[in-house]
């Protein structure tokens, strides 16, 4: 059984920043790409950022620049960094894991982090 669970959402005023904690929990060979997706009230789930376990990234290109992305593979963590907030950037934010086991990867999420970004 694999646990992904997220941290750190927050209200939040304009101008601020906060950042977000995902740590996956189980039994598994490692963790793959983690990354940070988000959903606003009516839109689609959407890629906030993702970072394979060598340290490649991938960002929204929206987000470059105000986003950053970090992990700690030791602790099977990964964070997100996020500065200027803006209201727009109101959502639920999920962590997502590319779990490897020895004989299989498996897609896992999180239940998801409120952030409220207003005055």
């Known amino acids: 059984q694999v646990q992904v669970v997220e941290s750190g959402g927050d209200l939040v005023q304009p101008g601020g920043s906060l950042r977000l904690s995902c740590t996956a929990s189980?039994?598994?060979?490692?963790?793959?790409?983690m990354g940070w997706y988000r959903q606003a009230p009516g839109k689609q789930r959407e890629l906030v950022a993702s970072m394979t376990h060598g340290g490649s990234t991938n960002y929204a290109d929206s987000l470059k620049g105000r986003f950053a992305i970090s992990r700690d593979n030791a602790k099977n963590t990964v964070y997100l960094q996020m500065n200027s907030l803006k209201p727009e950037d109101t959502a639920v934010y999920y962590c997502?894991?590319?779990?490897?086991?020895?004989?299989?990867?498996?897609?896992?999420w999180g239940q998801g982090t409120q952030v409220t970004v207003s005055s």
């Open positions: 997502n894991a590319d779990v490897a086991f020895y004989n299989k990867t498996q897609n896992y």
């Open positions: 189980g039994r598994f060979f490692r963790i793959n790409a």
